[in-house]
C-alpha cells in the first residue's frame, strides 16, 4: 500500500521561506515522476512543480524561480525549496506520486 505523508508546512511572514517535504512508502519511489500541487480555498487544485524520474523540473508560472523541487530516491523523499513567500502562496500543499498516489496535504499560509 502506497503512503505519502508530507511535513515542512506552518505559518510564515511575506519573504520568508519553507521547506516541504513528502516521504514515501510502501512502493518503487525512484521509477516515478513526482510532483507538488497546491490548492487554496474556493480554487482548483494546480500544478506547482514536478520532476522526472531523470530529474528534468518544470513549475507552474507564479513561480517565478521561488521554488525548488528536487528528490532523493535513497530515502524515498520529495522536497520543495519554497523561497520569497507570498501571501498568494496560501494553500494546502500536495505531493503526487506519478498523479496517482496523493498525500494528505500540509497547510502553508503566508502572512503579509
Known amino acids: 500500500q502506497v503512503h505519502l505523508v508530507e511535513s515542512g508546512g506552518g505559518l510564515v511572514q511575506a519573504g520568508g521561506s519553507l521547506r516541504l517535504s513528502c516521504a514515501a512508502s510502501g512502493t518503487i519511489f525512484s521509477i516515478y515522476a513526482l510532483a507538488w500541487y497546491r490548492q487554496a480555498p474556493g480554487k482548483q487544485r494546480e500544478l506547482v512543480a514536478a520532476i522526472t524520474r531523470g530529474g528534468s523540473t518544470n513549475y507552474g508560472d507564479f513561480v517565478k524561480g521561488r521554488f525548488t523541487i528536487s528528490r532523493d530516491n535513497a530515502k524515498n523523499t520529495l522536497y520543495l525549496q519554497m523561497n520569497s513567500l507570498k501571501p498568494d502562496d496560501t494553500a494546502v500543499y500536495y505531493c503526487?506520486?506519478?498523479?496517482?498516489?496523493w498525500g494528505q496535504g500540509t497547510q502553508v499560509t503566508v502572512s503579509s
Open positions: 503526487s506520486l506519478g498523479d496517482r498516489f
